[in-house]
T-cell receptor, first 109, second 115 residues
Framework: QKEVEQDPGPLSVPEGAIVSLNCTYS??????FMWYRQYSRKGPELLMY????GNKEDGRFTAQVDKSSKYISLFIRDSQPSDSATYLC?????????FGAGTRLFVKA | GAVVSQHPSWVICKSGTSVKIECRSL??????MFWYRQFPKQSLMLMAT?????????EQGVEKDKFLINHASLTLSTLTVTSAHPEDSSFYIC???????????FGPGTRLTVL
């Protein structure tokens, strides 16, 4: 079993839709959770990070962590074509960071 | 603005030659940096952890004699792909840690094509 599971997609949605991206994990030692966005042929950029269960909001983005279920989500409201990218979840409990496979998202105008 | 830079952004080389990729931490000193490889439509694969002033720590399956890492200063780590072959063609990305949660900040990546 992989430490982090993430559906690679692709996920295609119309502009304005609410997007839900998810990851599950198996190691309860993970304490910090992050979401990265990666455009084609670019390095990943940090979108959001959190360490506790619950929701964290930043503009159109909301990160949600449920440690009891070992499940994290990223919600994108009012999705835009510019949101089309690969989204990677990541988590760490110490020194090493484990990344999900990434979900490719396409937002159609 | 960018906190990690990479050079070159794109390189094409002939099979059998060596290629050096530079990774610089722009905003503060980094005793530890990471090197990743990413094949098309796949996730990041950690190759090695670069430690300033000491040997790099390689992940299982990564040939240390083929992927030479040098972290000679607190702002610069280099990855040299020696005797490159077409199967080494990939996107190489470096990163450094920052912040309270040890978030990683990534460079823009270097696309290597070996002919």
């Amino acid at each position: 079993q992989k430490e982090v599971e993430q559906d690679p997609g692709p996920l295609s949605v119309p502009e304005g839709a609410i997007v839900s991206l998810n990851c599950t994990y198996s190691n309860s030692a993970f304490q910090y959770f992050m979401w990265y966005r990666q455009y084609s042929r670019k390095g990943p950029e940090l979108l959001m990070y959190t360490y506790s269960s619950g929701n964290k909001e930043d503009g159109r983005f909301t990160a949600q962590v449920d440690k009891s279920s070992k499940y994290i989500s990223l919600f994108i409201r009012d999705s835009q074509p510019s949101d089309s990218a690969t989204y990677l979840c990541a988590m760490t409990g110490g020194f090493k960071t484990i990344f999900g496979a990434g979900t490719r998202l396409f937002v159609k105008a | 603005g960018a906190v990690v830079s990479q050079h070159p952004s794109w390189v094409i080389c002939k099979s059998g030659t060596s290629v050096k990729i530079e990774c610089r931490s722009l905003d503060f000193q980094a005793t530890t940096m990471f090197w990743y490889r990413q094949f098309p439509k796949q996730s990041l694969m950690l190759m090695a952890t670069s430690n300033e002033g000491s040997k790099a720590t390689y992940e299982q399956g990564v040939e240390k004699d083929k992927f030479l890492i040098n972290h000679a200063s607190l702002t610069l780590s280099t990855l040299t792909v020696t005797s490159a072959h077409p199967e080494d063609s990939s996107f190489y990305i470096c990163s450094r840690l920052a912040g309270d949660y040890n978030e990683q900040f990534f460079g823009p990546g270097t696309r290597l094509t070996v002919l």
